[in-house]
């Protein structure tokens, strides 16, 4: 098993930043890919970004791309979300996820997920 602990979300008026960081334990080795994931009030889960354990490749949503960034602190088994620019549409519960599929794009494709933490836009 792997446990994810997400941290760092928060409210912020829009064109702020925040970044939130989610913490791995447990069978970390077995993970092939992390990604970052959100649900806005009524709305499906969403792919943000993923980036894959070994080479640090990364993917984004159109919706974010240039303006979030997915990193990864291989030694702390840590992935970080910077996330700039923000706007109230981004607004939604943040996951954490992780994956031994390095093929995985969709939720349900991963099999570890963290608690979620909130992020709030404010316009």
């Known amino acids: 098993q792997v446990q994810l602990v997400e941290s760092g979300g928060g409210l912020v008026q829009a064109g702020g930043s925040l970044r939130l960081s989610c913490a791995a334990s447990?069978?970390?080795?077995?993970?092939?890919?992390r990604g970052w994931f959100r649900q806005a009030p009524g709305k499906e889960r969403e792919f943000v970004a993923t980036i894959i354990r070994s080479t640090g490749d990364t993917r984004y949503a159109d919706s974010v791309k240039g303006r979030f960034t997915i990193s990864r602190d291989y030694a702390k088994n840590t992935v970080y979300l910077q996330m700039n620019s923000l706007k109230p549409e981004d607004t939604a519960v943040y996951y954490c996820a992780a994956t031994v599929a390095v093929g995985a794009t969709l939720p349900h494709e991963y099999n570890y997920w963290g608690q979620g933490t909130q992020v709030t836009v404010s316009s």
């Open positions: 447990g069978r970390t080795f077995s993970v092939l890919k």
